[in-house]
């Protein structure tokens, strides 16, 4: 499988210690996780709090579309290292430094919004937010590819999806309790503050990967990374393709609803941040580990499997609980059956994605196959709340159980693997 676009490998940064990444990567996978369920589900709560629409909180989700462009500013940070700043902290840092800085701005815009009355411009805001977050996210998945060999890529998989659970508790749970408290514009507020801290931790504790001086040639210094892109589309098998934009599709597809569902059903943002953010999360932490392990112990195409499974057969248990109604019992075995299920697809898609992207120009190889994973569950899912609308909570859930069909099929088309040969090293 990592056969397919081969490319010359980038240079790795000597001196790091497999401990020290793997932290690194926690730290990093925090950065990313913190924006998405702040314009995404935490928003949805406050937007449907507010009064607003299924319709329109189904069309704002597309405020995450920002993350399917990555593949667009991704040869920047491949190319262009920031000058003065780049050079003092390395490219990859550097970039990541200024975009946590835009993605603070862009929450606390957020935070000066009312939905009731100034919905284009919280959506404008969002959109900024994500925008710069997805470019974040392009810059991180550079860093994670650059300063790993192909077989630590799993243990660094690993740590990054534990970085960024911890992240989804805070904009989660974390903001659910201070709006409870002190209102939703103090805890856009807060959660901005805190974008600015991990900014700080970045330059003060992720250690650089090795940067390599790319030949400017030809008179633009893109011209490498495209080049590099081209090949990476045209060698990649299209089956392949199709598995990474429709593996997390159950997924993307329930994500916003569920919030939704979840305030229609009669949760208060209290039980809602005990139950699904903080019981869950820490969930998906264990998935996230059980991930990295079946990592080290099964073939890839294994791991994939069991991933798509569970996570689309957890939706049927999101039909169950607007069946049920207001039971603490039944939010608490979906929450806990897709969150566990969310960490291993998340982290067998991320290491899966990671060998196809190693290159010299890796942040532009990973943010085209994440732009690819990304892009088609967005698409539908903005279109998500005029669904639940036409047909209710129940069939709308059967149906994006149904949606992870086609990548399970694609997953078993892919080539056997023999099981990791030193699980014990890994």
Same mark, same amino acid.
């Given at each position: 499988m990592?056969?397919?676009a081969a490319?010359p490998s ?7 210690s ?12 925090y ?5 998405f369920?702040?314009?995404l589900?935490?928003l =949805? !709560?406050?937007l449907r709090? &507010? ?5 329109? @909180?189904?069309?704002m989700?597309?405020?995450?579309? #920002?993350?399917?462009l990555?593949?667009i500013i991704?040869?920047?940070?491949d ?5 003065p700043?780049?050079r003092a902290l390395g490219r990859r840092?550097?970039?990541?430094f200024?975009?946590?800085l835009g993605v ?8 000066f919004?009312?939905?009731t009355?100034?919905l ?8 900024a937010a994500?925008?710069?977050s997805?470019?974040?996210?392009a ?8 300063v790993a060999?192909?077989e630590?890529q799993g243990v660094?998989?690993?740590?990054y999806?534990l970085?960024?659970?911890?992240a ?11 709006a ?6 103090a805890?856009?507020l807060?959660?901005a =503050? !805190?974008m600015?801290?991990? &900014?700080?931790?970045?330059v003060?504790? @992720?250690?650089?990967?090795a940067?390599?001086?790319? #030949? ?7 011209e490498a990374p495209?080049r590099?892109?081209i090949?990476l ?5 299209l089956?392949i ?7 997390r599709m ?5 994500g916003?609803m ?13 039980e809602i941040?005990s139950v699904?953010k903080?019981?869950g999360?820490a ?12 990592l080290?112990r ?7 499997v069991?991933g ?10 999101f039909a169950?609980?607007?069946?049920v109604g207001h039971e603490?019992?039944m939010l608490?075995?979906a929450?806990?059956f897709?969150n566990?299920a969310?960490?291993?697809a998340g982290? &067998?898609l991320?290491?899966?994605?990671s ?6 120009f890796?942040a ?12 088609p569950?967005?698409?539908v899912?903005g279109?998500?709340?005029y ?17 992870g069909?086609?990548?399970?099929l ?10 990791p040969?030193?699980?014990a090293?890994?």
């Amino acid at each position: 499988m990592s056969d397919h676009a081969a490319a010359p490998s980038a240079p790795r940064a000597p001196g790091a210690s497999i401990g020290l990444k793997r932290f690194a990567a926690g730290v990093l996978g925090y950065a990313s996780g913190l924006p998405f369920l702040l314009v995404l589900g935490t928003l =949805a !709560i406050w937007l449907r709090e &507010a009064g607003v629409g299924l319709a329109e @909180i189904g069309l704002m989700s597309w405020a995450s579309i #920002a993350y399917s462009l990555k593949f667009i500013i991704a040869p920047f940070l491949d190319a262009y290292a920031l000058g003065p700043l780049g050079r003092a902290l390395g490219r990859r840092r550097a970039w990541i430094f200024v975009l946590q800085l835009g993605v603070s701005g862009g929450l606390a815009l957020m935070a000066f919004c009312d939905p009731t009355v100034s919905l284009p411009v919280m959506a404008a805001a969002c959109f900024a937010a994500a925008l710069f977050s997805a470019a974040q996210d392009a810059a991180i998945d550079g860093w994670r590819v650059d300063v790993a060999e192909a077989e630590q890529q799993g243990v660094l998989a690993a740590g990054y999806q534990l970085g960024y659970r911890l992240a989804v508790l805070t904009s989660g749970a974390g903001a659910l309790f201070i709006a409870e408290g002190f209102g939703w514009n103090a805890s856009y507020l807060a959660m901005a =503050a !805190i974008m600015l801290v991990v &900014a700080a931790l970045t330059v003060l504790l @992720i250690p650089p990967s090795a940067d390599r001086e790319h #030949a400017r040639t030809e008179g633009s210094l893109l011209e490498a990374p495209v080049r590099d892109l081209i090949l990476l589309v045209t060698t990649i098998p299209l089956a392949i393709l199709c598995l990474i934009g429709l593996y997390r599709m159950p997924d993307l597809l329930a994500g916003v609803m569920a919030q939704a569902l979840y305030v229609d059903t009669g949760f208060s943002k209290a039980e809602i941040a005990s139950v699904s953010k903080v019981f869950g999360v820490a969930l998906t932490i264990g998935g996230a580990f059980l991930g990295g392990f079946l990592l080290t112990r099964l073939s890839m195409r294994a791991v994939l499997v069991i991933g798509i499974v569970a996570s689309s057969t957890t939706n049927l248990l999101f039909a169950t609980l607007h069946g049920v109604g207001h039971e603490i019992w039944m939010l608490a075995l979906a929450i806990c059956f897709d969150n566990v299920a969310s960490g291993i697809a998340g982290t &067998a898609l991320i290491a899966f994605m990671s060998k196809l992207a190693a290159s010299e120009f890796s942040a532009t190889r990973y943010a085209v196959l994440s732009s690819i994973y990304a892009l088609p569950g967005h698409l539908v899912g903005g279109l998500s709340g005029y669904a639940v609308d036409a047909v209710g909570y129940g069939p709308y859930f059967i149906a994006t159980f149904l949606s992870g069909l086609p990548a399970l099929l694609l997953c078993l088309r892919l080539p056997a693997e023999r099981a990791p040969a030193k699980p014990a090293e890994a």
